[in-house]
């Protein structure tokens, strides 16, 4: 007897684990999904496998030791762990920062910038299916890490930017190094363009899928590129400048429909405002001093709360930081803005297929690091 | 509402809500902090900072323990011993409290919201008891308190009235008690 099987026929729902071990993950992430056939109906992102507790680990550390810990956070753009930590220290202490050394930090986090929305090109790709780009962007990639290197002498968790300062003044030949770099990099944003960000096939992967509103993203807290692909405008270097941003000339990136080529897009652009931003931090380096004067060995600031917060490559990253008086700080939070764009998933994955959901988890550009902390 | 400052918001704020307390401006420097006393008013303020002050992000949710210095116990290794330390210098093993704090029994939640148009920050903070730390959840003003507030309730044991989904979410389900207390005990597990 053959039964005769309509399309309104109900189906079972099967679950499906993606990760915690999954290429696509960026790390140790597990998205449990439950499928109605090809249509995700359910999305629970499951995060703490990296969790290292560093919000204690800092509560029994000096100030000092505190910005070693930053750099495992995000451990892709570390640059701006180690600054926002130390714009919060040094709000409590109420430490002056010498000109030079900050138009170092702000060189250096610009470069991380790209080193980061570089690393998420290339591996964007790869989650898409074009392995290419990949090579391309580390080959660029591995360039800024060599600035990084010669400046700090190390590739990751660079522990460069210091309470006062930064660690150490640029050697010579870098800033001639960085510029020779910066106007290469300008030519090969327009290749990655033509290899990437407008081939149809890739078009086809990511334009109009994974839509998030400007609501929706309000609703959940995103920040960085992922809010401003929505078509939102905030980017804290602008509405809350810190460092020497309101003194440099440079564009908010926004995009429109806040699909996952938008937000794609949203880093590809800025990568050019960074490149803009490091140009004139070159032009404008000022001689002097590059640590503030009188920085306590064992800092210990009066009873105080403060709130800083920067734009990372990943969004508005934040720490509040309070002390009782003692030398080591008695409450440290990370807003982390990878753990909370990453809380959208589950709203965002609903109705699409598994495939999309590879594309719009990508788009997202967490780093696990920073998500458990 | 077309212009707004921090004075401006004090004055409406105090004659909505006349418990609530403006704490000095130094508590959380360029954040002006609003203490308030109990749930309904915890909820009520924030609620008309999103609707009517035009604070439209939810910047963060945290909490603070003020019971005092952390327990030494609550780590899982000893200090690690120092090499380098400086002849006749002693070995810093645990923090001691500053005897000039006033520490309490209590936790302290702390909002932290966003006025983007006035460039402007508040913070809206609440005392609980140490006994039984409830306060409602934000979860329909907005989805992202979802998982701070399952943070917070996971790292710092706070219990939120009406949040659909409150479960442990970065600890690991065999951890027992809330680590970021400054009282927790790490209790040996498989992995010690």
């Given amino acids: ?137 580390f080959r660029e990639r591995e360039m800024v890490l060599d600035l990084f290197e010669m400046v700090c002498g190390a590739r990751m968790t660079y522990n460069y930017i210091r309470l006062g300062g930064v660690m150490a003044d640029a050697p010579p030949g870098w800033a001639d190094k960085t510029s020779e770099f910066l106007k290469y990099f300008k030519t090969k944003l327009r290749e990655y363009d033509d290899l990437l960000s407008f081939n149809p096939i890739f078009l086809d992967r990511t334009k109009k899928v994974g839509i998030i509103t400007a609501e929706q993203a309000l609703d959940w807290g995103l920040s960085g590129p992922n809010l401003r692909g929505s078509g939102v405008s905030y980017d804290v270097r602008k509405t809350f400048p ?10 908010v990136c926004v995009g429109e429909a806040g699909s996952c080529w ?9 990568m050019a405002e960074s490149v803009k931003i490091v140009e004139q931090c070159l032009a404008a380096l000022p001689s002097g001093d590059i640590m503030a004067k009188g920085v306590a060995k064992i800092p210990t600031p009066l009873p105080g709360e403060a709130y800083a917060h920067v734009e990372g490559a990943r969004g508005d990253l934040g720490i509040y930081l309070v002390s009782d008086g003692t030398s080591c700080p008695y409450r440290l939070h990370v807003r982390a803005p990878s753990y909370i764009n990453l809380a959208i998933l589950q709203e965002a994955l609903v109705g699409l297929r598994v495939a999309d959901m590879i594309a719009v988890l990508g788009s997202i550009d967490i780093v696990l690091g920073e998500v458990d902390r | 509402m077309t212009e707004i400052s921090v004075s401006g918001i ?77 002849e006749g210098a002693v070995e810093q093993s645990e923090v001691k409290a500053n005897p000039n704090f006033q520490y309490r029994d209590h936790f302290e939640v702390v909002v932290v919201l966003s006025n983007w148009k006035e460039k402007l920050k508040a913070a809206v903070r609440i005392e609980l008891t140490r006994g039984n730390p409830r306060l409602p959840s934000l979860y329909d003003l907005w989805k992202t308190a979802d998982w701070q507030e399952r943070e917070t309730f996971d790292l710092l044991g706070i219990e939120f009235e009406g949040h659909p989904n409150l479960k442990k979410i970065l600890t690991p389900d065999f951890i027992q008690g809330h680590p970021l207390r400054k009282d927790y005990v790490h209790v040996k597990d498989q992995y010690d």
Wanted: with cysteine.
């Fill in chain 1, 1 to 137: 007897m053959i039964e005769t099987h309509s399309s309104s026929l109900k189906t079972d729902q099967m679950f499906i684990n993606l990760g915690p071990q999954h290429p696509s993950t960026h790390g140790v992430l597990r998205l449990g999904i439950t499928l109605d056939g090809e249509v995700i109906v359910k999305a629970e992102p499951d995060v703490g496998y990296l969790h290292r507790g560093t919000e204690k680990l800092c509560e029994v550390r000096g100030y000092h030791h505190c910005v070693v810990v930053t750099d495992r956070w995000d451990y892709v753009s570390a640059m701006t762990n180690n600054l926002v930590f130390c714009l919060a220290a040094e709000k409590l202490m109420g430490l002056e920062i010498p000109a030079r050394a900050n138009y170092l930090r702000v060189a250096m986090c610009e470069l991380n910038r790209i080193a980061s929305h570089l690393l998420f090109f290339g591996t964007y790709g790869i989650d898409i299916g074009a392995f290419t780009p990949f090579l391309h962007a």
């Fill in chain 2, 10 to 86: 004090v004055e409406i704020i105090k004659k909505r809500y006349p418990s609530i307390t403006v704490a000095e401006p130094s508590l959380i420097k360029g954040v002006t902090s609003f203490k308030a006393s109990s749930g309904t008013d915890y909820l009520g303020v924030i609620r008309a900072f999103k609707e009517d002050l035009g604070f439209e992000y939810l910047d963060f949710l945290t909490a603070v323990d003020w019971k005092g210095a952390v327990d030494a116990r609550g780590y899982i290794m000893d200090p690690n011993p120092n090499p380098f330390l400086p």
């Fill in chain 1, 262 to 270: 938008d937000r794609y897009y949203v880093r590809m652009r800025e």
């Fill in chain 1, 242 to 251: 810190y460092s020497i941003y309101d003194k440099l000339d440079f564009k």
